[in-house]
Structures are given as C-alpha cells and as structure tokens.
C-alpha cells in the first residue's frame, strides 16, 4: 500500500481537534469510522456554526464553545448516515428509476438525516438547561 493511499485510510487522532478527538474517544468510534467522521467535520462546519449561532446563550453555555457541539454533532451524524448509507444499499428501489435518480434519492436522504442530526442535537441542548443529568452527559464527555 503507497503511503498516499494509506494516509487516505488512516487518521491519526493526535491531527484532529482536541474536541473531536475527546467524542471519538469516549463514543468509542472504530478507526473504522475516523475518516467519515472527519470528513463529516469538515463539510458541516458552516452548517452546524449557523445553527450554534441561533441558540440562545443559555444553551450555549452548557458547553464550552462552538467547537464542542461541533464535534458532538459530527459524531452524532457519522452514526446516522452510517446507519442510513446501509439501510439505502439493502433498499430496493423502483427499478423505472434511472441511476441518477436513484443517486439523487440517496444524497437527499442523507442531506436529510445530517439535518435532523443538527436539530435533535440543538433540541437537546436546549433540554440540557433544564435537565442536570443531560447537562452532565454532555459535560462529563469533555471532561474526563
């Protein structure tokens, strides 16, 4: 294997943020999984900063900043659309649609799910405020 395409199935941990890396540890992550959810990281970063951006600050402040919930979320939607892409490939689909078609379904479906992914976590953390237990399962991740 080329070192090229072994950095392209590798991701050493110590190269991603502190916060990502604390979630990939304590959801136990596979290394299987490291490349999606970095990859998931990087394209939803606009994203999940608008939906941070518009919780209001008491729900802001259950964590320590917008790098934390990023993370959270990124984790969060690594398993779903894991979850999804293999649903989506046991899946029969009507055989009069056209692979493009049947391609843009699929990435609909997915758009869908990392949506709903951002808005479950926005709901929680707004839960958090006045929930201590959920606030502390959302602290204890970046603290131990």
Request: charge should be negative; include cysteine.
């Amino acid at each position: 294997m080329s070192e090229e395409t072994q950095n392209l199935t590798h991701i050493d941990l110590s190269s991603v943020s502190e916060e990502l890396r604390r979630v990939i540890e304590f959801d136990h992550v596979p290394e299987s999984m490291y490349i999606m959810v970095t990859s998931i990281h990087d394209a939803s970063e606009v994203a999940v900063h608008q939906a941070w951006s518009e919780l209001p600050p008491s729900a802001q402040n259950i964590l320590d900043n917008f790098e934390q919930f990023h993370a959270l979320v990124s984790v969060s939607q690594a398993f779903a659309g894991l979850s999804v892409i293999e649903e989506l490939q046991a899946q029969a689909l009507p055989e009069n649609m056209t692979n493009e078609e049947k391609e843009s379904y699929q990435a609909e479906v997915v758009e869908q799910v990392m949506q709903n992914c951002i808005k479950d976590m926005l709901k929680q953390i707004k839960k958090a405020r006045r929930d201590p237990l959920l606030k502390l399962d959302f602290i204890q991740v970046f603290t131990q």
